[in-house]
């Protein structure tokens, strides 16, 4: 990227924005305080919504978990993204473990098994999920499935529950 060094250089973009395009979504408190914004998934699981791009079909959320053993067995059609913020996790099906700090590529069709290690109190992960997560049992056989609009009715129904009303989720809908 180049620096501009003109006089305009300061000046903020003087025509108008596309007239469809969709505001941007600005969190600044992403790792909320209020508990009330972590929607629950599993005992000791939660998620917090950043981004649920509908027309596109990911969604973007950090995932808390407050527990250790077995997650979830799940695959995944698509990419997903994983950048660790707290704590560490690994997978059974692999030797590496992402620790805080670290990033996560996991390719299409990758099935595993997620865990979280006896001695991690809290692990958080910002998640990027492109498509579903498809839960199977060891052998492949579907037990379940999570898309971005199993997650908008968990966000809905949560939100309405802890008062902050079902359309809280309209804030990270896309």
């Keep these: 990227m180049a620096v ?3 006089e305009n250089a300061r000046m903020p973009y003087q025509l108008e924005m596309p007239r ?7 969190i600044p408190d992403a790792i909320p305080e209020d508990d009330r914004l972590w929607v629950p998934q599993a005992e000791n699981v939660w ?6 791009n509908r027309s ?12 250790a053993g077995v997650l979830s067995r799940h695959r995944h059609p698509n990419t997903v993204h994983g950048f660790v913020l707290k704590g560490r996790w690994r997978y059974l099906e692999h030797d590496w473990e992402a620790r805080e700090g670290g990033y996560v590529f996991e390719p299409p069709g990758e099935t595993h098994t997620l865990v979280v290690p006896e001695d991690v109190e809290e692990m958080i992960t910002f998640f990027q999920v492109n498509g579903i997560m498809y839960y199977v049992d060891p052998w492949g056989n579907h037990l379940g499935y999570e898309d971005v609009f199993t997650k908008i009715d968990m966000c809905r129904a949560h939100f309405e529950k802890v008062g902050l009303g079902a359309d809280y989720v309209d804030h990270f809908i896309r």
Excluded at 20 to 26: N, Y
């Design 47 to 52: 998620f917090r919504p950043l981004c649920l």
């Design 20 to 26: 469809d395009a969709l505001p941007e979504i600005v």
């Design 56 to 67: 596109q079909g990911y969604w973007m959320n950090l995932l808390k978990v407050r527990k």
């Design 4 to 6: 501009a060094k003109d």
